[in-house]
């Protein structure tokens, strides 16, 4: 039996661009999730996709230079699709740092089993509870979308001048909505522990004979906690904004792509 070059080509195409999103995104690209784990699912995307996109990818490049570079240029765009869409989730991380910062447990340092690194408590526990958000609201599902999407507006990916100089403008574009999430989910549990600080200064400054902050801090701890998990229905509906921000920034790459 013959080998089919269009139809091989367009299965490492897909599976060179589907490993470098596995690569990054969230979910895919945790650590808990084995590398054969994320082979065999990017090879499992390209048998699927491959004969759908074999006409939009088009033929190999006659010379080794070219193949290589394109090849380069996909996993560029796995990449930064998957990495967009990881620093979405991150926002969420950010906002427990602060939160952190504010409650005192900026120095308490925890393994993170998804990155492997150290991070601190409030947030670990954001990152995963946005990650399990993520999933739950078929974010995974719109990232395979926009892979399969990718191909179909244009298969074959631009020089990498041009790659690079969208992918920073997304990236830009991302970092300040990032800042903005975070906030957004910061702040309830944030003004709280504002409020407090102020009070435990009112009072220090009207009785300078208490030891005020370390005898408030284990109050400001638990209303630190309280108010983390009653702003934590607004995360939930935060994770809308989420989804709205990954599908906005994952049109805006296909976009790219189209162009």
Known sequence: MALDV????????????????CLQAPVFGSRLVPVPV????????????????????GSPPAEWLPLILRLVSEALIGLVMGYGVSLIIGAAAMAGELLDMKMGFGLMQLLNPVSSFPTSLLA???YLLAMALF?????????????????ELSGGAGDLTSLAEQ???????????MMGLCVQIAAPAGG????????????????????????GMPGKVAMGFI?????????????????????????ECLKALGL
């Open 6 to 21: 269009h139809l091989f080509w367009a299965f490492l195409v897909v599976f060179v661009r589907a490993s470098a999103l």
């Open 38 to 57: 994320r082979v065999g699912l990017s090879a499992i995307l390209a048998i699927a996709l491959a004969p759908l996109v074999k006409s939009s990818v």
């Open 124 to 126: 670990q526990f954001h």
């Open 135 to 151: 999933a739950l609201v078929d974010g995974h599902h719109l990232l395979l979308l926009a892979l399969a999407r990718s191909f």
């Open 167 to 177: 992918g920073v403008r997304g990236m830009v574009w991302l970092a300040g909505e």
């Open 192 to 215: 709280v522990l504002l409020i407090v600080d102020a009070a435990m200064a009112a009072v220090s400054r009207a009785v300078p004979q208490v030891p005020i902050w370390l005898i």
């Open 227 to 251: 108010a983390i998990g009653a702003s934590l229905p607004a995360l939930v509906s935060i994770s809308s904004r989420m989804t709205d921000l990954t599908a906005r920034f994952l049109g």
